[in-house]
């Protein structure tokens, strides 16, 4: 018996936009939709704009959120920003983490993120010590997402060395647990629940020695989970990786068992054409992070000629230099226009897809991220009447909401059937900046 109706003004049905949609909720989950109802029915909650199912957040490392402006400063490389990184994560406790993410996770959700992937690796004390809950730093995370009324998958992630053949240096301490068999100790004790699922992620190829990598793939795949990677995102990655083995990153990861259809390879961005073939015949999705590789100058990946060959792409705010899902979304097509100079690479219906479905799909949650009888009721509405989306009609309503929209636009966040923005004020955590303020300056000195 259904207990909530949500009355979508207009909404994205996967293929197309539908009108006077009323999306009947029981619990969690969208019991019916129905288009073409002239009027809200009594009682339903009224959604005026375009309703999407919500945003998939497929690629986070909370704290990155601390460096922003902070980064922009001067030029610096990849390596230089890592090291900015390195000394906020060095300030981190679980208590100042917990408030930090809360504040990251509620910025999200104002953005219409409704699941984040947290690709987890600060785990332990300064110097390596574990807390006395070794999973203390994950379980902030957790608590975090549910506090800002997202769902969040914690993909803890196996961080063993500092580049190939060298043992973890002294920021890296607090990310390694020694060998993947202790790692895999510890991340079974995190428990899932009603808004956190589990996944695993090998932080890339120069920090998870060729011989530890099986161990986590197997891990992933006794649980049915994620898997996730950072891969070649940077050349200097791939040039290490052939002195050391011979080969590519991609072709490594593939000998050890941990591409396919779970496998999410985060960036992807300098790859072979032999790799190209390793990802979409194994089906492993790429997750596309554009404003991150834009800010870091990492380059362009192929995602293309990815989705071509099979792979699903999911998109990720990353090192949240912005947090805008339909900024990364429509970076996709920018990029691979300004790269290949022509139009019309992805519709923004593909790109949509990316951003729910595919983004679900790699977080490991299949039953959100569409609007359907049986899905989770994770909605995101995106206003049509703002002074960046107004004039096309609504049938245009995805290209607008793609190529035209921002965060800023993201009037309303239904997650798990549940208001969790209303009319652009986030309902658990009423003044997201404030907190993001105050956190932020207890972390890095100017
Ligand atoms: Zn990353």
């Known amino acids: 018996m259904p207990v909530t109706a949500y009355y979508a003004e207009h909404a994205w049905t996967g293929e197309a936009v539908a009108s006077g949609v009323v999306i009947e909720v029981d619990g969690e989950r969208v019991a019916g939709v129905r288009a073409g109802v002239a009027a809200p029915p009594p009682g339903a909650q009224v959604l005026r704009g375009l309703t999407l199912p919500g945003l998939a957040n497929a690629h986070s490392h909370a704290f990155h959120r601390a460096l922003r402006g902070f980064a922009q400063r001067g030029s610096g490389t990849f390596w230089t920003w890592r090291d900015s990184m390195y000394d906020v994560a060095g300030r981190l406790d679980p208590d100042s983490y917990l408030e930090l993410a809360r504040a990251v996770y509620a910025e999200m959700a104002l953005a219409g993120v409704t699941c984040v992937g947290e690709f987890h690796y600060l785990h332990h004390a300064p110097g390596g010590r574990p807390y006395a809950d070794p999973n203390a730093m994950g379980e902030a995370l957790i608590e975090a997402a549910a506090q800002a009324g997202i769902r969040i998958t914690l993909l803890d992630t196996c961080y063993l060395a500092a580049g190939f053949g060298r043992p973890p240096e002294r920021p890296q301490l607090r990310f390694s647990d020694g060998d993947a068999d202790a790692w895999a100790a510890r991340a079974a004790a995190l428990k899932e629940r009603g808004h956190a699922r589990i996944g695993a992620a090998i932080h890339s190829v120069r920090a998870v020695p060729a011989g530890q990598i099986e161990p986590v793939a197997r891990w992933a795949a006794e649980r049915a989970a994620p898997l996730h990677a950072h891969l070649s995102e940077q050349p200097a990655e791939n040039e290490a990786c052939l002195a050391a083995h011979g080969c590519t990153p991609t072709r490594l990861l593939a000998d050890r068992g941990a591409l396919g259809p779970r496998t999410s390879a985060v960036h992807a961005t300098h790859l072979t054409g032999e790799d190209i073939s390793l990802l979409g015949g194994s089906a492993t999705t790429i997750c596309m992070c554009p404003t991150t590789e834009r800010d870091l100058a ?149």
């Open 298 to 446: 990492d380059g362009i990946g192929p995602a293309a000629e990815l989705a071509r060959a099979g792979s699903p792409i999911s998109l990720g705010s990353d090192s949240h230099a912005v947090v805008d899902l339909l900024e990364e979304a429509r970076a996709v097509e920018l990029d691979e226009r300004l790269r290949t100079r022509r139009r019309g690479h992805w519709s923004a219906a593909a790109l949509l897809r990316a951003a729910t479905r595919d983004g679900h799909a790699s977080l490991g949650w299949p039953e959100a991220g569409r609007i359907e009888a049986g899905a989770l009721a994770d909605l995101t509405t995106v206003a049509l009447d703002s002074v960046r989306t107004a004039g096309p009609p609504a049938a245009l309503g995805a290209e607008t909401a793609v190529f035209a929209a921002t965060a800023a636009d993201v009037r309303h966040v239904v997650v798990g059937g549940r208001p969790v923005v209303r009319d652009g004020v986030h309902l658990l955590v009423p003044d997201a900046p404030a907190a993001l303020a105050r956190t932020i300056s207890g972390l890095i000195s100017p």
